[in-house]
């Protein structure tokens, strides 16, 4: 088993060094951090944290690698979830990754080496080292699930159904006579964005909708950036007469953009959304949205977990969890009673 002495000597640097680059406790000049990670590789020591996590695991504690920034609906899961763990005897320890999958990676393996019994992580996609990391704590099997976006790993995980929701939503806009329907998308390193892009996609083929490129937003699941984005759309000479949005943060924006065009939401242009939240009944038009339900997101999440904590070995799960439709004013079709209202059927799939 590798050592910290053992990468020191490798890289050529101190232990102490070493351990600055581990734990961000002082700055490293750019050149040794790089010859102490790759010594850190080349020694499998990040492979090794996870071992000695699971050898000297502490009985009471989580670790919860999510981005936890301003959205109200992670604030729920996060608030869920320690109300669960704590039930169950255990402390979490929360982690904001910033939606960024260097920070996750290191996020992770601080939360190792403060030896917890399990980790619950927000996973992001397309980054080779974080993969990787993500895979080990599998293979070594190290209590570890995936909440809120689906992932291509073999473990045990849950998330919101989105494709078939962006599919309801784009065809109740198409319902109420829209053919240039926009889509603001998430960033695409996310799986979720992902997911709701073909579903946008398929229900514009399904219903013969204009494909035009342009009415896919590129929002990168931020405020700013969506608004920005959709100023620049609403400009052009043939902007959409409807909107979905995939995620509450960019609805924001998306409202934002449109005041500054002049417009109003919906006689001048439609809008839904996935991912209610809390103040959207408060606008005026009511905002008609998808709601996740984070109450059965992070009950599923920590009995997954306790579960694999329980029997490592067990087969990993995938729960899809459905989401409901919230149908108000800002579709243009006026809202209807909270008991007429549908939702996306819920898929349990165990591998």
């Known amino acids: 088993m590798a050592t910290m002495a053992e990468v020191a000597r490798i890289a050529g640097v101190s232990t102490t060094t070493v351990s600055h680059v581990l734990n961000k406790t002082r700055k490293v000049a750019p050149e040794t951090e790089e010859l102490v990670r790759k010594a850190l590789e080349s020694t499998g020591y990040r492979h090794n944290l996870a071992a000695r996590a699971l050898a000297t695991q502490s009985t009471d504690t989580i670790g919860l690698a999510m981005s936890v920034v301003t959205n109200p609906y992670f604030a729920a899961l996060i608030r869920d979830i320690e109300r669960h763990l704590r039930r169950a005897g255990y402390t979490l320890i929360l982690a904001d990754t910033n939606d960024d999958p260097e920070v996750e990676l290191d996020v992770i393996n601080h939360?190792?080496?403060?030896?917890?019994?399990?980790?619950?992580?927000?996973?992001?996609?397309?980054?080779?080292?974080?993969?990787?990391?993500?895979?080990?704590?599998?293979?070594?099997?190290?209590?570890?699930?995936?909440?809120?976006?689906?992932?291509?790993?073999?473990?045990?995980?849950?998330?919101?159904?989105?494709?078939?929701?962006?599919?309801?939503?784009?065809?109740?806009?198409?319902?109420?006579?829209?053919?240039?329907?926009?889509?603001?998308?998430?960033?695409?390193?996310?799986?979720?964005?992902?997911?709701?892009?073909?579903?946008?996609?398929?229900?514009?083929?399904?219903?013969?909708?204009?494909t035009d490129p342009a009415l896919v937003i590129a929002g990168e699941s931020d405020e700013r950036v969506a608004e920005q984005r959709l100023v620049e759309h609403l400009a052009s000479d043939e902007p959409a007469t409807a909107?979905?949005?995939?995620?509450?943060?960019?609805?924001?924006?998306?409202?934002r953009a449109i005041r500054r065009a002049g417009l109003k939401v919906p006689h001048d242009i439609a809008l839904v959304c996935y991912d209610d939240f809390e103040w959207?009944?408060?606008?005026?038009?009511?905002?008609?949205?998808?709601?996740?339900?984070?109450?059965?997101?992070?009950?599923t999440a920590v009995e997954l977990l306790l579960a694999r904590i329980r029997r490592p070995d067990r087969a990993p799960q995938s729960v899809v969890v459905p989401a409901t439709f919230r149908h108000r004013d800002s579709c243009g079709c006026g809202a209807v009673p909270h008991q007429a209202q549908g939702s996306v059927d819920s898929v349990l799939a165990a591998g």
């Open 111 to 210: 939360l190792l080496a403060r030896r917890v019994s399990g980790l619950i992580v927000n996973p992001l996609e397309g980054h080779s080292e974080l993969t990787q990391c993500l895979q080990k704590l599998l293979d070594e099997q190290l209590p570890t699930i995936f909440l809120d976006r689906r992932s291509t790993l073999p473990g045990d995980q849950v998330y919101s159904e989105c494709l078939d929701s962006i599919h309801h939503l784009t065809a109740h806009l198409a319902a109420q006579g829209h053919h240039r329907i926009g889509y603001v998308r998430g960033a695409v390193r996310e799986m979720s964005a992902q997911d709701r892009l073909a579903g946008y996609h398929r229900a514009v083929a399904e219903l013969g909708l204009a």
């Open 280 to 299: 959207a009944d408060l606008f005026d038009p009511q905002i008609s949205a998808m709601a996740q339900d984070a109450a059965r997101l992070a009950s």
């Open 243 to 255: 909107l979905v949005v995939s995620n509450n943060q960019m609805t924001l924006g998306a409202l």
